[in-house]
């Protein structure tokens, strides 16, 4: 045990604890302790390449109950009590191991939760289909710039669910996730020209169905993120990007189709495209300065052809590996850092329209960040 006062010289290895409100239909998960030395701020996103944020590592439990998950919210209390900023969790990632995600053969990002953490939910008509014993796994990027050491701290994470027999059932409406130029278990970031310039990635669906909402996640000179139909050549759907004078990200925008409407019809084995367009005013190629990347929430036309895990597949075993590594040093591994395993996280959420060093925003689909942008740059 540890002194009251004192830093403990081994301080007891975070675990992860599940406990269910079946009456509030909700579950608690609460991790930790972690203990956080105060960091300088980050003045760019390349000062996360210098390991100045904190990974923890992964942390897993299982899903208890049958249902719905629709929405979250976190709490963090140091070891007196003490209730911290929510900004000191950089972010949050959700990974459901028992489920893949529906372009790429990676585990699916159940949701994500950006610095601006506070409560998200969607409408009880909606929900992720969730069965017990599905095998989640979680973590955080730590940045304490509080000017004080945190202690002990602990993360509390409130999931809501909806019941089995509610009657309608909710519809079932899954994260997406579409890359720009994602490698999975790899890079998926890519340089940014001077000027203007896009970069497009070319995919169809397995399963035909109803996207809900998108959000996007850019860099700084990022300027949008579009879905078009490569048939037809028709631009769908768009996120933009805010910027300020010089270019810098301030806050990605979101689109809701509405919950209860149609939203934006997908068919089956169609062929459609996202693209990023950036606008770099620097004058300088930006090496490896850009993501770009839509997410949401869709609801498929039949559950049962969403694609399955293939355990043996080379990418998906990339990505499982790649999210064994987080956190394993105590600065991050080049190979993993940038994400491309289709990871979500955001570094100031969008669609609060906040920024701390302006290198980057999300505006994620209706649970937040359900699998967006990256692992680990921040
Ligand atoms: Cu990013």
């Given at each position: 045990m540890s002194l009251a006062s004192g830093v403990d010289e081994n301080p007891p290895p975070p675990t992860v604890s599940v406990s269910v409100d079946s009456s509030r239909h909700e579950l608690t998960v609460t991790s930790g302790p972690f203990d956080l030395p105060n960091m300088p701020p980050?003045?760019?996103?390349?000062m996360m390449d210098l390991g100045v944020s904190h990974d923890t590592r992964l942390q897993r439990f299982e899903w208890p109950v049958d249902g719905w998950f629709r929405g979250f919210r976190v709490e963090l209390v140091d070891g007196k009590g003490r209730v911290v900023p929510?900004?000191?969790?950089?972010h949050m990632v959700m990974v459901n191991f028992s489920r893949r995600q529906l372009l790429y053969s990676a585990a699916e990002r159940l949701m994500g939760t950006g610095t601006e953490t506070e409560e998200v939910s969607v409408p009880k008509t909606i929900g992720v289909p969730m069965k017990p014993g599905m095998k989640l796994g979680m973590y955080v990027a730590w940045h304490n710039d509080t000017g004080q050491d945190l202690e002990g701290v602990q993360l509390k994470l409130t999931m809501l669910w909806t019941a089995k027999?509610?009657?309608?059932p909710p519809a079932n409406a899954l994260p997406i996730y579409m890359d720009v130029n994602l490698t999975i278990g790899g890079q998926n970031t890519f340089d940014v020209p001077p000027g203007k310039s896009t970069k497009a990635h070319e995919f169809t669906l397995p399963v035909g169905g109803r996207l809900l909402g998108v959000g996007g996640h850019m860099h700084d000179y990022g300027a949008r993120v579009w879905l078009e139909d490569?048939?037809?050549?028709?631009?769908l759907t768009q996120v933009v990007a805010k910027r300020d004078?010089?270019?810098?990200?301030l806050k990605v925008s979101r689109k809701l189709f509405?919950?209860?409407?149609?939203g934006l019809r997908l068919k089956a084995n169609r062929r459609y495209r996202v693209v990023s367009e950036y606008d770099n005013p620097t004058g300088e190629m930006k090496p490896k300065g850009a993501m770009a990347s839509m997410v949401g929430l869709f609801v498929p036309d039949?559950?049962?052809?969403?694609p399955q895990i293939n355990p043996n597949d080379p990418s998906y075993r990339r990505d499982l590996a790649s999210l064994e590594l987080?956190?394993?040093?105590?600065t991050s591994i080049p190979a993993s850092?940038?994400?491309?395993?289709a990871d979500a996280h955001s570094s100031r959420e969008g669609a609060d329209g906040n920024?701390?060093?302006?290198?980057e925003a999300s505006s994620e689909g209706a649970l937040r960040a359900p699998p967006s942008g990256h692992d680990s740059h921040e």
């Open positions: 980050m003045e760019d996103h390349g929510p900004h000191v969790m950089h027999n509610q009657n309608p490569v048939t037809s050549g028709k631009l004078d010089a270019g810098k990200l509405g919950v209860s409407g149609e039949d559950m049962r052809r969403w987080r956190g394993a040093g105590s850092h940038h994400g491309g395993t920024t701390s060093h302006g290198a």
